[in-house]
């Protein structure tokens, strides 16, 4: 009779082991698209395997063998006198792996070729930033990052995007075939090179966190095994590049972000707006980490980046008792900091916001006239809904009901609608 507990112990050790499985594999065979074909057929084979056999004794090495065989059956298919394989043949040095005979240690086998402690945090750098490569679009890289760094499968993706099964995989293969289209190499960046590669490796972390931390769409308003998965990559990545401050301000960001979650719905998944959160509910471990991560940041003496002072914003919110007693002063001054630094129309409407708390609604609206005005921000419920608020507060409840309706219909999740028309309700 099979194991019943084997398929979940597939899935807990590919969601820990994945990344160094999949890097591990990319190193040995040079090629990333294939390492990674390599990887899902060795889970394939574990999901049949270990229910009917039992989980093997170290069953991360299990998987790096069956994907190391699988490799060089490929290589031998490809051609008997291909240069690579008659090079792994030679490091074998024995024709009984490749003729399909099992060796004395087949786990032992392949921890002394390929799980070289030393390499191990390397490969799992040289998959973010192969994963996250420029020449791929951001949705070939979220899709691609979520697969081989964090192990999650075509399935688990799609359901935390809404998008089809077979979208998450047409946009994994595509990512594949463009890396080799493009002859990517599977490597960490050379030192000078590191800090322009890393903007894009950033850039996916986050917008993974912020699609879990506020869903675009859907009944939920957090997605926290998103949010959670964000995390752990920016955990991973702030022990991979230790010196990059950027990387620590991130990790603050999320971190202090997170703390939060715990007081933002309500017992039937509502939102919380933060002025009605109970604060003693606030995750005080998640924001001990983040004014650490941040501090750190700090340290590196280079002035914070872009995610840095936004984690500075986040913890204005953290430290401060209230709503009322927060620094909106010091948030202001912070937000004209990143927006000149990394200038966007959502930075320019959170000032408002910021502006509208520390000097009133009436000094805050002109800003996000000149947003309307422009036109920034066509299809987001955001800035109607924080112009219906400031004109609101200003006693223009005809002009702030208009804005809200506007702000309902552009609204895609189905939480933050209900505030909304909870707003319009209030208007009368």
Known sequence: MGDPTGREAVAAVWRIESARIVGALARYTGDFALAEDLAQEALAEALVTWPRDGVPRRPAGWLL?????????????????????????????????LSGSAPADPVREAEDVLWDPDRIDDDVLALMFTSCH?????????ALTLRVVGGLTSDEIARAFLVP??????RITRAKKTLGAARVPFEVPPPEERTGRLGPVLSVIYLIFTEGSTASSGDDLIRFDLAGEAQRLARVLARLVPDEPEVHGLLA???????????RTGRDGEPVLLEHQDRRRWDRAAIRRGRAALARAERAGRGLGAYGLQAAIAECHAVAPSVEATNW????????????LAPSPVVD??????????????????????????????????LPSVRGELLTRLGRADEART????????????????VLERKLDDLG
């Open 65 to 97: 063998t069956v994907g190391r065989r699988r490799a060089i059956d490929a290589f031998r298919r490809r051609s008997a006198r291909d240069e690579r394989y008659a090079a792994l043949a030679q490091d074998l040095g024995e024709g009984g792996v």
């Open 134 to 142: 420029p020449v791929l679009s951001r949705e070939a890289s979220v």
């Open 165 to 170: 099964t077979a979208t998450v995989q047409a």
């Open 253 to 263: 960001l999320l971190e202090l972000t997170a703390a939060r979650f715990p007081a």
């Open 329 to 340: 002063d010091r948030i202001v001054l912070i937000y004209e900091a990143l927006g000149r």
């Open 349 to 382: 409407l959170n000032r408002a916001v910021a502006v509208s708390m520390a000097q009133g609604p009436a000094a805050a609206l002109p800003i996000v006239e000149d947003l309307a005005a422009a036109e920034a921000l066509p299809v987001s419920h955001l």
């Open 403 to 418: 804005q809200f309706e506007l702000a309902v219909r552009l609204c895609g999740n189905e939480r933050e609608r209900a």
